[in-house]
Structures are given as C-alpha cells and as structure tokens.
Antibody, heavy 122, light 111 residues
Framework: QVQLVQSGAEVKKPGSSVKVSCKSS????????ISWVRQAPGQGLEWMGG????????NYAQKFQGRLTITADQSTSTVYMELRSLKSDDTAVYYC???????????????WGQGTLVSVSS | QSVLSQPPSASGTPGQRVTISCSGS????????VNWYQQLPGKAPKVLIY???MRPSGVPDRFSGSKSGTSASLAISGLQSDDEADYYC????????????FGGGTKLTVL
C-alpha cells in the first residue's frame, strides 16, 4: 500500500526558510494530489496547499500565498513544501497527505506522512 | 478561527453513544462531501468517514457519519476507552479558487 515518508525535524531562525520533503512509495504517484497540512502545538489542523504532480500546478490556501511553494519531482516520487519568511507561529508539525481519489485535490486524505516538526526560534 | 465549527470537547462513558457536530456553510458542507478524521495522541490523523457516511475498510461500524444541509455529524456508539482522541471534520470549500477547510477539532474523553 502507499506510504509517505517525510524528512526529519528542522530548527530554523525567524526570517529564514524551510523545505520539507515527502516521498511516496507503494502506489501510483503522478495522478494523486499531495497536500500539506500543519498543526501548531495544541491546535487543530490547517490545510496549506496541494499539488497534482503530473499537472505541476499547485493550489495554495490564501493565507500562505506568496510565502509557500509546493513542488513535485516525478522522477523520485517526492513532493516538497518550502515555507519562507518563517515566524515563531509557524512552529508546527507539518504533514503531507495523499488524496484518496486521483486527479483532484480533495479533502479525503489517505494516507498521511508521519509528520515533520519545524521549530522556529531565535 | 476555523471555517467549520465543532464543539471543543465531548465525553461519554464506556458503552455510550456520543455525537460530534460540524457546522459549515453553503460553500463547503452545503455543496461538498464531509470527511472525518481521528487523531490519536502523538499520531498523524486517520480517515474515519469519507463522502459523508462511508467507512473505509477496517473502521468499525460503531462509527457513522451523516450530513444534512450545511451540517454534519459523527456518531460513535458502544464507546470504548481507545476512542479517546481528537476528531476533525473536513470539507472542500468552493470559495477563493477552492481549498480544504477543517473544523477546529473535538477532544473526546472516555470517562
């Protein structure tokens, strides 16, 4: 079955950038959207954006427009999330999650990656 | 401030039935399917209900979902101690080029 494996924890300074990877294995990659969802400590889930790899056209939540870039590398079945101009309230666990249906960024996520903790502190 | 509204907490005793509500609007729940996620402490979320009322294989039939208008509900019957978790509703929202919205989450305590 499909597995998503994310890169490891990051510690960043305010104003810097972070790039987190999400490698897919065990199933088709290019036609299934991968979304990024984050969860601040003790808080709920927040959708950031997603991409269908074969289309290379991401869809971003308005809140992150201009600060977020999601890209896909079909040759390695990996999706990347880069967040710039980091602030302390960007401290969160960042999850990648695959749409359960092909050819659409949807709210039906299955499976999820294990999560990557990004800590932003001076 | 989440787009979808859920009660922050719910509780019940073993064997009881509890329901968790999720309220939205015409641009999300009113026109798109609702999914529910269970998040156990320290774990990634897992889909519990998709397309309003469908259970993925492996999810016990104690869990059920429903939708009416701009609201949805998750019901858990025969409550068990390992149901203690955070539960989130999610929907696609047609506004602003389309995006996914989540509820704020409901922490379920089994007393």
């Amino acid at each position: 079955q499909v597995q998503l494996v994310q890169s490891g924890a990051e510690v960043k300074k305010p104003g810097s950038s972070v790039k987190v990877s999400c490698k897919s294995s065990g199933g088709p990659f290019s036609t299934y959207a991968i979304s990024w969802v984050r969860q601040a400590p003790g808080q709920g889930l927040e959708w950031m954006g997603g991409i269908i790899p074969i289309l290379h056209t991401p869809n971003y939540a308005q809140k992150f427009q201009g600060r977020l870039t999601i890209t896909a590398d079909q040759s390695t079945s990996t999706v990347y999330m880069e967040l710039r101009s980091l602030k302390s309230d960007d401290t969160a666990v960042y999850y990648c999650a695959r749409s359960a249906i092909p050819s659409a960024i949807s709210n039906w996520f299955d499976p999820w990656g294990q999560g990557t903790l990004v800590s932003v502190s001076s | 401030q989440s787009v979808l509204s859920q009660p922050p907490s719910a509780s019940g005793t073993p064997g009881q039935r509890v329901t968790i509500s999720c309220s939205g609007s015409s641009s999300n729940i009113g026109s798109n399917a609702v999914n529910w996620y269970q998040q156990l402490p320290g774990k990634a979320p897992k889909v519990l209900i998709y397309a309003n009322d469908m259970r993925p294989s492996g999810v016990p039939d104690r869990f059920s979902g429903s939708k009416s208008g701009t609201s949805a509900s998750l019901a858990i019957s025969g409550l068990q101690s390992d149901d203690e978790a955070d539960y989130y509703c999610a929907a696609w929202d047609d506004s602003l080029n389309g995006h996914v919205v989540f509820g704020g989450g409901t922490k379920l305590t089994v007393l």
